[in-house]
């Protein structure tokens, strides 16, 4: 069994050995978590398995539920030991997206299966092992007893709608005086291989239903009706038409996408009544979302001025400046693996977008080639030099800029 097609990396030998500092080991915790099926908005388990494993460290565990159905309720944790200054977090979420069919695995996604030096299964790359890392480096940390406070901001809502998860515990994170100084979110940011991108800013997303009304009538007599297909044919060629911008230093173009478009008419010999359609659009820190919308509903009001339009804008873009967090992070890779990784903005959203108001955030953990995918899968090797990557990062962090360094 091979996986990404890479040849089955080397075994580590101290990925399955149990850490003195409590909290299991890297692959045995990671292995726990795959094995509860956490399909947003289910929490299936999950976080009680984290919670046991940060207890044992002598974490302090806040367990916090917020929403209710049908996108709730979100089980969301926050964990943290020490006090004072300085105060970092690891933040993740414990929530995977669905297995998909699972007749196309070739293991069972939620037995947590460890073969050929892989860890399969859902949530193994996006991003359970990434949270296993985080408590082995946490476990060194707290072995060490540097001064500071770590915390850990775990939610069970970012697969999802993400209304009830990291966004909700940003106020809470106030009211109790825990907003860290600086904060590093394990998302699959690598590329190829561990250690080659460190993401330092997301893309803004903005999703748009047009919807647009017309009158029903029989294609041999158009004076009778009104087509609305016409209608949403030129709102859409007049925004593709736009050039939204040509992208920046840190930024790729920003784009958009028609991602579906629906009619819903059987018969060949009339004119519909009403048609839709989707689209997204990805945009840099040259735009924000409200400026987008406005830009959307005059263009469609242009077109179809009794037109229905809604819009979500999910995030919007940001960029944590190259600078102390990213330098450090980056040297912490570099001990470890000997790279030197790309600062990067490139992909989708994540929750990184949410606690950037908090404070300067990055990401950095595995590689994502099989995130979301039937045999999602992480190297074993990748799962012990993420753990040393983690630590590596807590000694930079407390031990220099906990001096003025």
């Not at 299964?121 to 480096?137: E, S």
């Not at 939204?244 to 028609?258: H, I, Y």
């Amino acid at each position: 069994m091979s996986f990404d097609g890479r040849e089955p990396p080397p075994r580590s030998a101290g990925a399955e050995s149990p850490s003195p500092q409590g909290g299991g080991s890297v692959v045995g915790l990671a292995r726990a978590l795959v094995r509860c099926a956490s399909v947003t908005p289910a929490d299936a388990g999950a976080q009680d398995v984290l919670a046991a494993a940060l207890a044992g460290l002598g974490f302090t565990v806040h367990r916090l539920t917020f929403g209710a159905p049908p996108d709730g309720p979100i089980a969301n944790l926050v964990a943290t030991i020490g006090s004072g200054g300085p105060h970092f977090a690891f933040a993740g979420h414990t929530d995977v997206v669905p297995a998909g069919d699972r007749a196309a695995w070739s293991v069972d996604p939620f037995a947590g299966v460890v073969a050929d030096g892989f860890l399969v299964g859902r949530g193994a790359n996006d991003m359970k092992g990434a949270l296993a890392a985080m408590v082995a480096a946490a476990g060194r940390h707290v072995a060490r007893g540097a001064p500071g406070r770590l915390t850990f901001i775990i939610t069970g809502d970012e697969e999802g709608p993400a209304t009830f998860g990291t966004a909700a515990m940003l106020d809470w994170l106030a009211a109790n005086d825990l907003v860290p100084d600086a904060c590093l979110v394990g998302e699959p940011t690598s590329a190829r291989v561990l250690g080659d991108m460190v993401k330092i800013g997301r893309r803004g997303s903005l999703n748009a239903w047009i919807t647009v009304n017309g009158a029903q009538g029989h294609v041999a007599y158009p004076a009778r009706a009104d087509n609305p297909v016409t209608r949403l044919v030129a709102i859409l060629a007049e925004v593709k038409a736009r050039v939204l911008d040509s992208g920046n230093a840190w930024f790729e173009p920003s784009n958009l996408e028609v991602t579906d478009i629906e009619v819903g008419n059987a018969a060949t010999n009339v004119i519909p009544a009403r048609t839709q359609a989707r689209l997204n659009i990805r945009f840099n820190d040259c735009h924000r979302g409200p400026d987008l919308e406005a830009w959307l509903r005059a263009t469609v009001a242009a077109h179809a001025p009794s037109a229905e339009v809604l819009v979500r804008i999910s995030g919007e873009a940001f960029l944590t400046e190259p600078g102390a967090l990213s330098g450090l992070v980056a040297a912490a890779i570099t001990q470890v693996t000997g790279l030197a990784p790309e600062l990067s903005t490139s992909g989708g959203t994540s929750d990184a977008r949410f606690l950037r108001r908090l404070c300067p955030v990055v990401e950095f953990g595995l590689p994502g080639a099989t995130m979301h995918k039937v045999d999602e899968a992480v190297a074993v090797a990748d799962l012990a030099a993420l753990a040393d990557v983690y630590d590596a990062v807590l000694a930079r962090y407390f031990s220099r800029l906990s001096a003025g360094t």
